[in-house]
Nanobody
Framework: QVQLVESGGRLVQPGESLILSCAASGRTFNAMAWFRQAQGKERECVAAIRWRDANRYYADSVKGRFTVSRDKGKNTAYLQMNNLKPEDTAVYFC????????????????????WGQGTQVTVSY
């Protein structure tokens, strides 16, 4: 069974750090991404990474604060989030594709065909 399982979401205070994990099982993928959806807002891609060359995409809102990485041996992607802000509060979803995405497509939801269930990240005092 092909699936993605996210973990690591929790309540943190502004300025703190958090790392999310996305473990893939059932097959390997060519790219993985992290999306988030805040209440009342559209889902947006915050970071993505292409497996073969680690080419990365970041949303402007997280550049310099978030880092996406992958461990090929564990078939797992990570999202290191530093200096978290209340506006980072959202459900974070992991997504993956079996296709061969070009760099410019990494930030689009339509690129990905497998999705995880999501993990809640709340940034608040």
């Amino acid at each position: 069974q092909v699936q993605l399982v996210e973990s690591g979401g929790r309540l943190v205070q502004p300025g703190e750090s958090l790392i999310l994990s996305c473990a893939a099982s059932g097959r390997t993928f060519n790219a993985m991404a992290w999306f988030r959806q805040a209440q009342g807002k559209e889902r947006e891609c915050v970071a993505a990474i292409r497996w073969r060359d680690a080419n990365r995409y970041y949303a402007d809102s997280v550049k310099g604060r978030f880092t996406v990485s992958r461990d090929k041996g564990k078939n797992t992607a990570y999202l290191q989030m530093n200096n978290l802000k209340p506006e980072d509060t959202a459900v974070y979803f992991c997504a993956a594709t079996t296709g061969s995405p070009i760099s410019s497509s990494l930030g689009y939801a339509s690129t990905y065909d497998i999705w995880g269930q999501g993990t809640q990240v709340t940034v608040s005092y």
